[in-house]
């Protein structure tokens, strides 16, 4: 069975204090992985997508890594502002009409300041 | 600005009642999503469309319907038929041939 979980489901940071969100997957054929950034009460906000083992992608403080069975997402010196439900979502390879995603439950991380 | 509207931000129903939240995209995206979020769990898929006039039924369907008639707007109603229809609703849109969902700010449903 197709499954994504996240990893710590909360985290809190002092500003500064740089740290890592996991998002372990099983999934029959990778086709992508996708990290969203959802303050409360909002809609997701897309950051990143990872195709395939060894990729990187940064945005500000935010680096996202991709392994055959989990991603990572590096917070370099937060700030309050990185503060937010981080969410990690994957689809399958076989490309259905659907584009379905697979969501994990998040990780809400706050930094204080 | 492109964008996805969602409306209204807020909704409250009584037991028994139908309801229509809209969603609508100024993106000229092709496929549209609603997604429901409820606290402790992922995005599930309740509806999709991947052209006008047409909708495939996502993971949770039952309860819900929708309808696809413009391409800039994908309706979903809440119908009585869902046992527990409090929740976070969320529509998504995605250009053909990319891979990337894009969402709207949501719509709280309560029911009463």
């Known amino acids: 069975e197709d499954q994504v979980t996240q990893s710590p489901e909360a985290l809190r940071l002092q500003e500064g204090e740089s740290s890592s969100l996991n998002c372990s997957y099983t999934?029959?054929?990778?086709?992508?992985l996708f990290w969203y950034r959802q303050d409360p009460g909002k809609g997701p906000e897309f950051l990143f997508t990872?195709?395939?083992a060894g990729e990187e992608k940064e945005k500000e403080r935010l680096k996202a890594t991709l392994t055959k069975k989990e991603s990572f997402l590096h917070i370099t010196a937060p700030k309050p502002e990185d503060s937010a439900t981080y969410l990690c979502?994957?689809?399958?390879?076989?490309?259905?009409?659907?584009?379905?995603?697979?969501f994990g439950t998040g990780t809400l991380l706050a930094v204080q300041p | 600005d492109g964008g996805i509207t969602q409306s209204p931000k807020y909704l409250f129903r009584k037991e028994g009642q139908n309801v229509t939240l809209s969603c609508e995209q100024n993106?000229?995206?092709?496929?549209m999503y609603w997604y429901r979020q409820d606290p402790g769990q992922g995005l599930r898929l309740i509806y999709y469309?991947?052209?006008?006039?047409?909708?495939q039924k996502g993971d949770i369907a039952e309860g819900y319907s929708v309808s696809r008639e413009k391409k800039e707007s994908f309706p979903l109603t809440v119908t009585s038929a869902q046992k527990n229809p409090t929740a976070f609703y969320l529509c998504?849109?995605?250009?053909?041939?990319?891979?990337?969902?894009?969402f709207g700010p949501g719509t709280r449903l309560t029911v009463l």
């Open positions: 469309s991947q052209i006008v006039n047409d909708f």
């Open positions: 999934v029959s054929g990778l086709r992508g």
């Open positions: 990872l195709y395939s």
């Open positions: 993106l000229n995206h092709d496929a």
């Open positions: 998504a849109s995605r250009s053909d041939g990319a891979d990337t969902q894009y």
């Open positions: 979502a994957v689809q399958h390879h076989y490309g259905g009409a659907t584009n379905k995603l697979i």
